[in-house]
């Protein structure tokens, strides 16, 4: 009879050491890929941030040559502020806090788009190295968050697929390894824009 609960302490142990290994293993995956959702987050809010930083001197430079474009500008500068204002913290980052993010972030692209069309009513503004270079800046930034926002999108499915498959599911939701949103295409992002060159 000694031997026989020795050999079940034993199995019970080794079940146990297993189980351990298991749920520890199962832990520490989701706390990495947490960990590269929250980095990819960090990048996405760097290029939006230099994007930001770039705006105060292109609407000083437009405002040399458009004085009379003042909502325009102000419209730029609102937006920026608006944006710059939505923060989200990546470990409780939901479909809303994000879709906030993204409304605010919109409102300001919208907004130098109408500051760029301005700039094509003043020919000494185009011509202006200093705006040339800010709007050449600026694009390159919006290359970049892009780039960015894809690159954040792949480590959040990745993430979340860990956090859905099974048994991992099970020590997911035992800690609150909730799923995190995806950015999503702007609306009328699916539609190409008319071009019209007889104008």
């Not at 760029?116 to 800046?137: G, M, R, T, W």
Request: glycine share 6%; net charge neutral.
């Amino acid at each position: 009879m000694k031997k026989g609960c020795l050999v079940i302490l034993a199995i019970v142990v080794v079940v146990g050491i297993a189980l351990f290994g298991w749920v520890k293993g199962t832990y520490n995956g989701l706390v990495t890929k947490q960990e590269g959702v929250k980095s990819a987050w960090g990048q996405v809010e760097n290029v939006y941030q230099r994007r930001a930083d770039l705006i105060p001197n292109l609407v000083n430079t437009v405002k040399g040559y458009a004085t009379h474009e003042r909502e325009t500008l102000e419209a730029v500068m609102n937006a920026r502020a608006n944006a710059t204002s939505v923060k989200i913290d990546p470990t409780n980052m939901d479909e809303a806090s994000l879709k906030k993010f993204q409304d605010a972030q919109g409102e300001l692209s919208s907004a130098l788009s109408r500051l760029i069309a301005v700039s094509e009513a003043y020919p000494d503004l185009k011509a202006n190295e200093n705006f040339l270079n800010l709007q050449s800046q600026l694009e390159g930034t919006e290359n970049r968050i892009t780039v960015e926002r894809q690159k954040f999108n792949q480590v959040v499915q990745d993430y979340n697929t860990d956090v859905r498959k099974f048994p991992a599911n099970i020590i997911a939701a035992i800690f609150n390894f909730d799923q995190k949103p995806y950015f999503e295409a702007q609306a009328g992002a699916d539609k190409a824009p008319t071009v019209d060159f007889s104008k």
